[in-house]
């Protein structure tokens, strides 16, 4: 295993849409589907939780979305002062993140195009580590940015060397670094050259993390964000809880089984 005594085990909790998004929905419903399944996995054994806002916006994050994710990190820390959060926001904001962390007491927040240029859905994304780093300097938030590189819902411009965007958010200030390729194979490809930099950071792989391959993960990388494998088959409309108990126990019995 690379880092034997800590894996860095991160849960993901998706948020369900709010706001302008789904003005229907309750900020009193946000919180109980927040908390019921933050308590799901610090009970099953995952410390660490990264809060995502889902409502999609073309750019800035909207007011709500500040104010609402603020709001709901506070109680989940309130609540469960022993659970160490993260967040991350869907919209391509610089400050976003780091205001509702700083505000709220969360540890660290996960950016999704932190440095260099990607093509997305949603058209070009360019990297926005010095904002950001600027910005948490301003405000003396210490909030640790993880950062990702080249994140994989898009396509890096001009076929950048994942090593060059690796090194530019490291110079740049980023704490740790998330890769996560197109399939298993690819983000395996992604570690061992960047593992080869000995850049003295965090290496964490973001995404298709499951019970199955958590060991394997484990001894190239420093840790995994996880969360669609732990998820209940079957859910019905109104089901406030998303996570399944049983796939958290087995994951983390893994997990253990590589201290």
């Known amino acids: 295993m690379k880092n034997v005594k800590t894996p860095l085990i991160i849960g993901a909790l998706h948020l369900p849409y709010y706001g ?14 927040v908390l019921g ?3 799901i996995f610090y009970e099953n054994g995952i410390d660490k939780l990264i809060l995502q806002d889902e409502n999609i916006v073309p750019e800035r994050a909207e007011p709500e979305t500040i104010a609402v994710m603020a709001a709901i990190s506070r109680l989940v820390r309130r609540e469960l002062p ?10 391509h904001d610089p400050k976003a993140s780091i ?8 540890e660290f927040v996960r950016q999704k195009v932190f440095a260099g240029v990607m093509l997305k859905a949603e058209g070009l994304r360019t990297g926005v580590g010095p904002d950001m780093v600027r910005y948490r300097t301003a405000l003396g938030a210490k909030v640790r940015i993880l950062a ?6 898009g396509t890096p411009v001009c076929d950048v060397p994942i090593t ?15 890769l996560t390729g197109k399939d298993y194979a690819q983000t395996k490809r992604y570690f061992e050259k960047v593992n080869a930099m000995e850049l003295g950071k965090p290496l964490i792989v973001g ?12 001894s190239f990388a420093d840790g995994a964000v996880v969360s669609t494998s732990l998820m209940r088959a079957h859910t019905a409309p109104g089901d406030r809880l998303h996570w399944d108990p049983e796939k958290i126990r087995r994951f983390c019995d893994e997990v253990d089984a590589c201290r």
């Open 20 to 33: 302008t998004q789904d003005p229907g929905r309750s900020l009193a419903e946000v919180e109980d589907y």
């Open 37 to 39: 399944n933050a308590s």
């Open 82 to 91: 022993k659970l160490h959060i993260g967040i991350i926001v869907q919209a």
């Open 99 to 106: 205001a509702i962390a700083h505000a709220s007491g969360a």
């Open 148 to 153: 990702d590189i080249h994140d994989r819902e």
């Open 164 to 178: 060059d965007t690796a090194g530019w958010a490291d110079r740049m200030g980023a704490d740790g670094l998330i």
């Open 207 to 218: 995404g298709s993390v499951n019970t199955e391959n958590i060991r394997d993960i484990l």
